[in-house]
């Protein structure tokens, strides 16, 4: 999934910041707590959620485990 949207930065304490609307929140899966490393190329600023070690890894387990589950359905499905 792609999402595009424009935002100013806004002031806050002699600085700025960039305001993201609780929909990208939610597809990110980030809140207030969410640590995030920056990064650039000198031209465009990447913004990256830094996720708990092994995330990934219990999120592909957790795919098998229900593919595994429910594999003689979604077959069936395919037909």
Same mark, same amino acid.
């Given at each position: 999934?792609?999402?595009?949207?424009?935002?100013?930065?806004?002031?806050?304490?002699?600085?700025?910041? &960039?305001?993201? %609307?609780?929909?990208? +929140?939610? #597809?990110?899966? !980030?809140?207030?707590?969410?640590?995030?490393? &920056?990064?650039? %190329?000198?031209?465009? +600023?990447? #913004?990256?959620? !830094?996720?708990?070690?092994?995330?990934?890894?219990?999120?592909?387990?957790?795919?098998?485990?229900?593919?595994?589950?429910?594999?003689?359905?979604?077959?069936?499905?395919?037909?």
């Amino acid at each position: 999934m792609v999402t595009v949207t424009t935002r100013k930065l806004v002031s806050v304490n002699g600085g700025l910041a &960039l305001m993201l %609307d609780s929909g990208v +929140l939610q #597809i990110l899966d !980030i809140d207030e707590q969410t640590v995030m490393r &920056l990064s650039t %190329d000198g031209d465009c +600023l990447v #913004i990256t959620p !830094i996720r708990a070690k092994g995330r990934r890894q219990r999120y592909e387990r957790s795919v098998e485990a229900v593919v595994q589950e429910y594999d003689s359905i979604l077959r069936g499905m395919q037909e």
